[in-house]
């Protein structure tokens, strides 16, 4: 593993990184009925969001299926939301195709207004502090800052390594302050090494585990999801699947004798298909791991499956809890 690679990856569980995560839609909801129109189509609870605070939802099917999982931030007069990458287009004309005729709700880009920075790593908080920006952010929540005469949105994200921040500054300056992160002390971060890190920590991603194959529930995002909440498309099949207790399959981790040779793949155990293996990568703490769709009855830890008919071993997520480490 290349010196740039390890440098980022130790950073990430030592120190602090950044990465431009600008690739990552963006979208303004605004008006009356923000709120409600994405209530009625994903799974959380939206309605009772105050400003500064926020959640995950996923957008879903009729039949429960997943189209995309969201970060979704209230703001005074606005929601802003956040899709998978390269995914804001569909997004905003999926939202849009829902508007009902007395909804008074305006759909908009804003990437090209706003730019998008991750910020992760133990240390994160003390990067924040040295750019002047807000540190004290409860997950999930979101507050204005100031650098250098720039509003930024701060907003408090899934940890990596520890902690982890969203920075919405104007899409002018996003280069900048990605610059002012590094020379505060933060490990710049590749896409490469970001995603071994993610496949660790067990996240889904879009295009990959958030995919219209599976359902919010077998992609473990329970806290995506209210029980509590009225009607939703999709609310029919995701409910009986909680209430049955009848999951068909689980995300789970696998340890890989080597790299898998395409993605996806199938899992096989009992000489038959049981799952997919839909991430794959080469950690340096673990040897080559992936997070794969398994059968419930296959999806029980330290169980023996196949892929590429070489054996793998299932193990719960995240990595950082259950791995060995892999001997290098």
């Known amino acids: 593993m ?18 431009d995560e600008s690739d990552r839609g963006r979208l303004w909801m605004r008006g009356r009925d923000r709120a409600s129109l994405l209530h009625r189509l994903s799974t959380n609870h939206i309605e009772r969001l105050q400003a500064g605070q926020g959640t995950l939802t996923v957008l879903t099917t009729p039949i429960g299926r997943m189209i995309d999982l969201l970060r979704v931030y209230a703001l005074p007069d606005a929601l802003l939301l956040e899709t998978g990458p390269s ?15 007395n909804d008074q709700v305006t759909v908009a880009d804003a990437g090209a207004e706003l730019g998008q920075i991750g910020l992760y790593g133990p240390q994160a908080g003390q990067i924040m502090q040295a750019l002047g ?9 979101i507050a204005n800052g100031e650098w250098s005469d720039a509003q930024v949105l701060v907003a408090r994200c899934e940890p990596l390594g520890g902690d982890g921040y969203t920075l919405y500054p104007p899409a002018t300056h996003t280069a900048a302050l990605l610059a002012a992160c590094q020379a505060a002390g933060a490990t710049i971060l590749d896409a490469d090494t970001f995603e071994i890190v993610r496949v660790e920590h067990g996240y889904p991603r879009f295009g990959r585990e958030i995919t219209l194959d599976y359902i919010p529930l077998e ?31 689980q995300l789970r981790g696998l340890r890989l004798p080597a790299a898998p040779q395409s993605l996806p793949a199938k899992v096989v155990a009992d000489g038959k298909e049981i799952g997919d293996l839909t ?5 340096p703490r673990y040897g080559w791991i992936g997070l794969a769709y398994l059968r419930s009855a296959y999806a029980e830890p330290d ?5 590429d008919d070489q054996p793998a071993i299932v193990c719960r997520l995240p990595f950082t809890a259950t791995a060995q480490v892999h001997d290098q």
């Open 133 to 141: 920006l807000p540190v004290e952010v409860p997950r999930y929540g």
């Open 2 to 19: 290349n010196e740039a690679v390890m440098s980022g990856y130790e950073a990430v569980y030592a120190g602090a990184v950044a990465i």
């Open 219 to 249: 992609a473990d995002l329970w806290r995506a999801v209210s029980f509590q909440k009225g009607c939703y498309v999709g609310q029919e099949i995701i409910a009986r699947m909680e209430s049955r207790g009848r999951i068909a399959k």
């Open 279 to 283: 991430s794959a990568v080469c950690s």
């Open 87 to 101: 995914h804001g287009g569909p997004i905003l004309r999926h939202l849009r195709k829902n508007i009902f005729f």
């Open 303 to 307: 169980v023996t499956v196949f892929v």
